[in-house]
């Protein structure tokens, strides 16, 4: 299986900040790579799909970028409503997985 | 309007059975190129995929799980299930259904359901 590893489990932030979030996977998974938000009351939403593909009606303050092994999501111009907990998700190959996330909190 | 909802029965003995039902409104399943996942996440730990179907019948299942996991779908009633055998503590978990389109070759869950949770206790 490919493992997806998100080194920080939690990160602390401003409003306003930039962010970036980022996730290694333990072989090249050729930009097939999606990122998830789960807000605290359990609801989830694509945000970027193949890396850096805006799902429609996701703000432009989120980015997602990388190559091989790596990547990573930003979020420019941090907004209250962006705490939440992050996952990639690799579809490169089976089974399908994601990140252990990373949780988002203001400072 | 894509929504989707799982229902499931809250609380299983061990080795018990798992029915868990995905209904879903705004697409169809008989569309070209059209999925729907399941995925399960324990509380306070992180997402893993355990199965999905596609337009055409083909099933994909997380091998970890494989022998337990059976998924179907009636594309009339716009529902996917997913049973799992014989389950025990480690089921214990919150379960989504999200719809996978896979058009462009790129799939992605793009919609999910609200979660359903089961605990598992003797």
């Known amino acids: 299986d490919i493992q997806m590893t998100q080194t920080t489990s939690s990160l602390s932030a401003s409003l306003g900040d930039r962010v970036t979030i980022s996730c290694s996977a333990s072989?090249?998974?050729?930009?097939?790579l999606n990122w998830y938000q789960q807000k605290p009351d359990g609801t989830v939403k694509l945000l970027i799909y193949?890396?850096?593909s805006l799902h429609s009606g996701v703000p432009s303050r989120f980015s997602g970028s990388g190559s091989g092994t790596d990547y990573s999501l930003t979020i420019s111009n941090l907004e209250p409503e962006d705490i939440a907990t992050y996952y990639c998700?690799?579809?490169?190959?089976?089974?399908?997985?994601f990140g252990g996330g990373t949780k988002l909190e203001i400072k | 309007q894509v929504t989707l909802k799982e229902s499931g029965p809250g609380i299983l003995q061990p080795s018990q059975t798992l029915s868990l039902t995905c209904s879903f409104s705004?697409?169809?399943?008989?569309?070209?190129?059209?999925?729907v996942g399941w995925i399960r996440q324990p509380s306070g730990k992180g997402l893993e995929w355990l199965a999905h179907?596609?337009?055409?019948?083909?099933?994909r299942y997380n091998p970890a799980l494989k022998s337990r996991l059976t998924i179907s779908k009636d594309t009339s009633s716009s529902q996917v299930f997913l049973k799992i055998a014989s389950v025990d503590t480690a089921d214990t978990a919150t379960y989504y259904c999200?719809?996978?389109?896979?058009?462009?070759?790129?799939?992605?869950?793009?919609?999910w359901g609200q979660g359903t949770t089961l605990t598992v206790s003797s």
């Open positions: 998700q690799q579809y490169s190959k089976l089974p399908w997985t």
């Open positions: 193949y890396t850096s």
């Open positions: 072989q090249g998974i050729s930009n097939y």
């Open positions: 705004g697409f169809s399943l008989s569309t070209s190129g059209m999925g």
């Open positions: 999200a719809r996978i389109p896979f058009y462009d070759g790129y799939p992605y869950f793009d919609y």
């Open positions: 179907i596609w337009w055409d019948d083909v099933k």
